[in-house]
């Protein structure tokens, strides 16, 4: 079975700190990956995705993400967070000849301000 | 343009009840997802509705069903309602045919509290 693990439960960052929040999945196959964010309050938004081609992806707000297919691995990155970052991150996989999207247990970060 | 809207915003039902929920899709998108988020968990795929047929089943039992009516709008069902069940709820449209290369939007979900 399809799965997402993301290896940060609960991230605690001060301003301009780098983050960098870990992401695996389990799937032998071709892949479709995402990040999505969930800011307090509001609902899921996409961040980035990866579909095919570059594997170092940049999404909004100064995120981005690389996709190692020999590490099943898809970690989001920025290299200083702000403290409207505060929120709530996971991590998702769509697999090739499915429609529906896995989802990890998703990383709550706190930015200090 | 609209995005996905979700009816009610909350909700307490007492448990053995029954409750319906509603989606709208995006404009254009032709697909409906619904998942199930407990709290501090990730979303969990419920099903997907596509030409008003149920396409894909997660992990869930008989208990939860689904429509999609012909204007892409869909109801997520839950029959005798468990403490459980106490979760948000969140609709998700797509385009089928694209689905390999696309991402799903999200509404902002209905909060389901069951007493």
């Known amino acids: 079975a399809q799965s997402v693990s993301q290896h940060n439960h609960h991230v605690i960052l001060s301003e301009a700190a780098s983050l960098e929040l870990g992401c695996n999945y389990s799937?032998?196959?071709?892949?479709?990956l995402f990040w999505y964010v969930q800011y307090p309050g509001q609902h899921l938004q996409l961040l980035l995705k990866?579909?095919?081609?570059?594997?170092l992806v940049k999404g909004i707000k100064g995120f981005e993400a690389e996709f190692i297919k020999s590490k099943f691995s898809f970690n989001l990155r920025k290299p200083s967070v702000q403290w409207s970052d505060t929120a709530e991150y996971f991590c998702?996989?769509?697999?090739?000849?499915?429609?529906?999207?896995?989802f990890g247990a998703g990383t709550r970060l706190f930015v200090k301000a | 343009d609209a995005g996905v809207t979700q009816s009610p915003t909350h909700l307490i039902k007492t448990r053995g009840q029954q409750v319906t929920l509603r989606c709208s899709p995006k404009?254009?998108?032709?697909?409906v997802s619904w998942y199930q988020q407990a709290l501090g968990q990730g979303p969990q795929f419920i099903f997907q509705?596509?030409?008003?047929?149920?396409?894909q089943r997660g992990n869930f039992p008989d208990r939860f069903s689904g429509h999609q009516f012909p204007n892409y709008s869909s109801e997520l069902n839950v029959n005798a309602l468990l403490l459980g069940d106490s979760a948000l709820y969140l609709c998700?449209?797509?385009?089928?045919?694209?689905?390999?290369?696309?991402?799903?939007?999200f509404g902002q979900g209905t909060r389901l509290t069951v007493v």
């Open positions: 998700a449209s797509s385009l089928y045919m694209s689905a390999l290369n696309t991402e799903a939007f």
């Open positions: 799937y032998g196959g071709t892949v479709n």
């Open positions: 990866y579909f095919s081609g570059d594997p």
């Open positions: 998702a996989v769509i697999s090739t000849g499915g429609f529906k999207t896995i």
């Open positions: 404009s254009g998108h032709d697909t």
């Open positions: 509705y596509y030409e008003e047929e149920e396409r």
